[in-house]
């Protein structure tokens, strides 16, 4: 069934722009409550959905920018979800998971899923994963109106920063906001090791190295995308870019 629930005034319509919506996606109506009742408390516009179809329709209906997806949902998981969604349109997802499970996390990052949180896990946590994706969106938005000059080019590896987009030996791969911004910062300083708690800091505007398990599958999915070969794993430290040697 779904769960819907609107702003403090009962309507989204009326929304001032500056305030940001966000869909919740969750079956547990105890756990979709004390999200709802926290980011409502930080300033957002909130609604939820308790299960796969009714989340798809109201995704397409409210237009928000930030979803947070259950993967265990009723009527069909939260990777389809995110599959549907984001074939409507970009949209930032924070996904939640019951299962301490890599391989959930990995199939989430490569249906388009941004970040990814273990239960349980702290509401303060939570609503600072929001605020850092959203300031990602914003980020990314200024980088593409005032993008940097030319291709960074890495032997087979191209990355347009203009038009964020990646290119292995001429072909086009896709990847997500993340990916994008995380290979950006390994390739700033090509065969430098970068810590993890760096990384997360970089990149995820995160200090907490209760994180760092966030930036190793993120790692791990752009290996897939882009060549194991390609990220050298120093163990202990972090991960490097690796460049043909000149």
């Known amino acids: 069934m779904e769960q819907t629930h609107t702003s403090h005034n009962g309507t989204a319509a009326a929304t001032p722009g500056a305030q940001r919506r966000v869909l919740v996606v969750e079956d547990d ?8 009742t926290r980011l409502r408390a930080e300033g957002f516009l909130v609604q939820t959905a308790g299960d796969g179809p009714a989340a798809v329709d109201t995704a397409e209906a409210w237009q928000p920018d930030l979803l947070i997806l ?3 949902l009723p009527g069909f998981d939260g990777l389809e979800v995110c599959r549907r969604v984001q074939a409507q349109r970009p949209v930032p997802v924070l996904m939640l998971t019951a299962r301490d499970d890599e391989t959930d996390m990995l199939v989430g990052l490569g249906v388009g899923a941004d970040d990814y949180m273990t239960k349980p896990f702290s509401m303060r946590e939570l609503a600072a994963r929001v605020h850092v994706l959203l300031r990602r969106v914003e980020r990314a938005a200024l980088a593409a109106a005032t993008p940097r000059s030319g291709i960074l080019r890495l032997g087979e590896l191209e990355i347009d920063h203009a038009q ?6 001429s ?3 896709h990847l997500t906001p993340t990916e994008f911004d995380l290979l950006v910062c390994l390739a700033n300083t090509p065969r430098a090791v970068l810590s993890r708690e760096q990384l997360l800091a970089e990149v995820w505007d995160w200090a907490d190295a209760s994180g760092t398990r966030t930036v190793d599958s993120h790692i791990k999915a752009l290996r897939r995308k882009i060549g194991a070969e390609r990220i050298r794993t120093v163990h202990g430290v972090g991960y490097a870019l690796e460049t043909p040697t000149p």
């Open 29 to 36: 109506a105890t756990i979709v409550d004390a999200i709802a």
């Open 70 to 72: 259950d993967i265990m």
């Open 164 to 169: 964020r987009r990646v290119r292995v030996k």
């Open 171 to 173: 072909e086009d791969v």
